[in-house]
């Protein structure tokens, strides 16, 4: 069977978009973590960070699926659902400016944004058992022992659970070797993100992110608005900051609404198709 892709990306944060509305075309599929696994090689398939899966939804718009490049399931992802509601609208799927899209992190509003999108996170969860934790109580500035050092974590869900540490410089900073490490620490039932941030000034931050089950990714749109909250949370930062990453920048705005908004590109690079057993 020959399988229609079309391959986007979000700051280099890059995804194999497949559009799996028709049951019987899914049905029709392997198991889903075992696609993931060999389109997103990036020797021996198509290569990206993860595959995101357009479906029907009872409850909203659209609905979103995404396995990440090891085949795990995540509830959200911010730069991928930037990317999904840029395949609707150019597709011409859906006229709205603003989608109801459903995630496993509940329904995710992007709208239109000039030339980008911009996506109502929803509110930052701060309780350590429910970010998961192994941990009560708000985690900020939490000290966690990996690979013989220490750092101090503020733990944030944004719908998946993150780990942000402050640098004083990640010029050269082992995050291959630290992020790992950290994602599997026993803290951390469902493992987590980790987000390496440095402080530029009160409106801008520096990161580098340790995807859970992706590795180190050019971007992460929900590390990106956890990274914000977490500086703002510390007094750091304020509430409306530029994060600055591998692969460009995000403006995440912590409203006074509680709600976390983030704005940035989408971008597609090609459609294809690709034969699977």
């Not at 603003?98 to 309780?127: C, F, H, K, W």
């Not at 599997?184 to 402080?199: D, S």
């Not at 705005?253 to 090609?270: I, K, L, Q, R, S």
Request: some cysteine; proline content about 5%.
């Amino acid at each position: 069977m020959k399988l229609p892709f079309t391959k986007m990306h979000g700051l280099g944060n890059d995804f194999i978009v497949m559009d799996l509305r028709n049951n019987a075309f899914r049905e029709a599929l392997p198991a889903l973590g075992d696609l993931s696994r060999r389109l997103c090689d990036r020797r021996f398939g198509i290569g990206a960070d993860q595959i995101l899966l357009l479906e029907s939804s009872a409850k909203a718009d659209f609905g979103m699926r995404i396995h990440n490049a090891d085949g795990s399931e995540v509830e959200m992802c911010g730069n991928g659902i930037r990317c999904l509601a840029k395949y609707i609208w150019d597709r011409k799927l859906s006229d709205k400016t603003t989608l109801s899209i459903e995630t496993q992190a509940g329904i995710i509003r992007p709208e239109r944004s000039g030339d980008m999108v911009r996506v109502d996170m929803g509110e930052p969860v701060l309780d350590g058992r429910s970010i998961p934790v192994n941990l009560d109580g708000p985690i900020e500035d939490h000290p966690l022992s990996a690979g013989g050092r220490e750092f101090r974590i503020t733990c944030v869900s944004m719908g998946n659970p993150h780990a942000v540490t402050v640098l004083d410089d990640l010029e050269g900073f082992n995050v291959p070797g630290y992020g790992p490490l950290i994602e599997n620490h026993e803290l951390f039932p469902n493992r987590t993100n980790v987000e390496f941030i440095q402080i530029l000034s009160p409106e801008v931050i520096k990161m580098r992110v340790w995807e859970r089950g992706s590795g180190e990714t050019l971007a992460c749109g929900t590390g990106a608005s956890a990274a914000g909250v977490a500086a703002s949370l510390r007094g750091l930062t304020n509430r409306k900051v530029t994060v600055k990453l591998l692969g460009g920048d995000l403006l995440i705005e912590w409203a006074p609404d509680n709600h976390v908004y983030m704005t940035g590109p989408a971008t597609e690079v090609f459609e294809g198709l690709i034969e699977v057993p």
